[in-house]
């Protein structure tokens, strides 16, 4: 049997002339047949000559049955300040200080060889087809994909060990149901904001304990232009070279800004992230954190008992949406509550 994820040098000439010939032909399945020892074969035949009938279900991934998708990464002349898991088992951080007080943050998710990219990358385009043919009303799509991806997995003209189906999974996943290639930085609680200035550019984020960091996750040109289109539409919205500049909400609640192409900024399309925070923030979160004295606040509290006018002025990330948030569990409980909004931040 070939094992197509060895590097093609330590293959024979004959494994990888057999493992082309497969190849161009589940890619042109428009072929009718070829000849062999003066007789027409079909698609079917020939792989029937190389390919052993296979099923692939392996169940559900478990790190103590399979071991884990990722090697740790090891870093040399830096300091190792921090590392956790962003989604465990499939992601994790690790924050180190390069420089005095010059932080970065390392994104680690299953790897994938050259090869092995091609591979994701044409099983994709397989679920994508039948996406397209498929019913999606009433249908988990997390159920769904998965076993769209089983099913290509199971017809394609290489093998795939478990290893390499929960690799695939886990992308599969994260680029139809999640942020895609932030999905990792979307589950940091510790974020508050992810920037990208432009393709080619690593992206920035807001750090609770580092502030601003530089990250290693970057876009290339294509995957920017995707994911701010993208984006844009899940949040019924449209952007476009026409209407470039687009204010929306995420799924999961987050105010995102977008810039579509390089009408606006030199560097292609940019956005920028202000996540939303699961646990909304209390007036004793503000007094904790030193944002608000308790008698200032007992006086916004009086302020708004009384039908009293507050204003919130300040810089982008100064907290005024977040001490509105929490100003606002001061409102009666039965008083009826009117928003002006273009993109929803009161909660």
């Not at 070939?2 to 082309?20: M, V």
């Not at 692939?56 to 990722?70: C, M």
């Not at 001490?323 to 039965?334: E, G, Q």
């Amino acid at each position: 049997m070939i094992n197509p994820y060895e590097h093609p040098a330590s293959r024979s000439g004959s494994e990888l002339k057999s493992l082309t010939i497969i190849y161009i032909l589940e890619k042109n399945k428009n072929i009718e047949g070829c000849t062999c020892g003066g007789k027409r074969l079909g698609l079917g035949r020939l792989k029937e000559l190389f390919l052993k009938e296979k099923t692939v279900d392996f169940g559900e991934y478990s790190p103590a049955e399979y071991g884990y998708l990722f090697e740790e990464p090891r870093f040399e002349g830096v300091k190792i300040l921090e590392r956790y898991w962003l989604e465990e088992p499939y992601s994790q951080v690790t924050i180190i200080e390069r420089d005095h007080e010059d932080y970065f943050y390392h994104v680690t998710e299953p790897q994938l060889s050259s090869y092995e990219k091609i591979l994701l990358r044409d099983i994709r385009m397989i679920i994508h087809e039948r996406l397209l043919d498929a019913s999606l009303k009433g249908v988990r799509k997390e159920e769904l994909l998965k076993h769209l991806l089983r099913d290509a997995a199971s017809n394609y003209i290489v093998e795939i060990d478990p290893i390499l189906f929960f690799k695939f999974e886990y992308y599969i996943l994260r680029d139809y149901l999640k942020f895609g290639k932030l999905t990792p930085l979307m589950k940091d609680p510790y974020l508050e904001d992810i920037s990208c200035n432009g393709w080619g550019k690593p992206i920035y984020v807001y750090h609770k304990r580092y502030r601003d960091i530089e990250t290693n996750v970057v876009f290339d040109k294509r995957e920017l232009d995707e994911f701010v289109q993208v984006f844009t539409q899940k949040g019924r919205k449209h952007i476009s070279k026409r209407d470039p500049l687009i204010h929306a909400t995420m799924p999961d609640g987050s105010r995102i800004q977008l810039t579509f192409s390089d009408e606006i900024t030199k560097h292609g399309s940019t956005f920028t992230i202000r996540k939303f925070n699961e646990m909304p923030t209390t007036p004793i979160d503000l007094i904790e954190w030193g944002t608000f004295s308790p008698e200032s606040m007992a006086y916004l509290w009086l302020a708004v008992e009384n039908a009293k006018s507050l204003l919130f002025v300040g810089g982008t990330a100064s907290g005024k949406t977040t001490s509105l948030n929490a100003v606002s569990l001061f409102i009666p409980l039965r008083a009826k509550i009117v928003t002006l909004e273009d993109t929803r931040e009161i909660r």
